[in-house]
């Protein structure tokens, strides 16, 4: 990462194999029959108030690109999944460091599948499905799409400065697959029944129980994955 720090505005690295993928919360990313991998770099100049709130908005614009390319009924996952019939197919990853010179460096990564096979499934301990599973008719052009992924990670980067952070929410919340769902989370080692509510302009995850609404930063709540899409 601090290597990365070093780079300029764009500057991305694509990858055909992954020996030591890594997903959120040092999970790792295992590789599939077929997928794209793709790391871009970037900086910002000042402060930014909710750097989190990035994840929402690349998986929104990535579910708008993959939509035109004929790949509909995308849900998202929070905080950084895209899922098709209850499975995931794309997984985002930031890595962020803030400096003394306020400037912030961090460094997204995108994981794809094209083409699972029934080995991969075996393999990854959830549901995984891919782009061919999605649209069968579409033939999908390797390199057409990994540009298509690029372009929108990028606009997202150049963009965010600017984000509507009310109007992000609202949009993540009308393709999160847990909307209005009874899921089970984990808070302090204690698991609680709630119904997700999407998130709010902080990023926040929305869980109503205890007859009330209750918020939770992303690194304070965990949606428990044995309970994950059962509804």
Known sequence: ME??????????????????GRGQSTRPWIN???NICFSVSWNYDQKINEPHMLNFYIAIK???????EGFLNIKTKWP?????????FLGILI??????????????????NIEVSEEDKKNVKQNITDLKSINSNNAINKNRLASILLAAV???????????????????????CNYDKIKTIMINNEKIKT?????NEFGQL??????????????????????????
């Open 195 to 199: 119904t997700i509510k999407g998130i």
């Open 3 to 20: 290597k990365n720090c070093l780079y300029p505005n764009g500057h991305v690295c694509f990858a055909e194999n992954q020996t030591q």
């Open 154 to 176: 990028v606009e997202c980067l150049s963009e965010f400065e600017n984000c509507d952070y009310k109007k992000l929410s609202e949009e993540w919340n009308n393709i999160d």
């Open 80 to 88: 950084n999944d895209l899922i098709f019939d209850s499975s995931k």
């Open 62 to 68: 990535l579910v708008k690109a993959l939509s035109k």
């Open 32 to 34: 599939t029959k077929r």
């Open 95 to 112: 890595d962020l460091v803030h400096k003394k010179d306020s400037k912030i460096y961090l460094v997204v990564g995108i994981g794809i």
């Open 206 to 231: 929305c869980c109503f129980h205890n007859n009330k609404m209750n918020h939770y930063n992303i690194n304070e709540v965990e949606i428990i994955k044995d309970e994950f899409l059962r509804n």
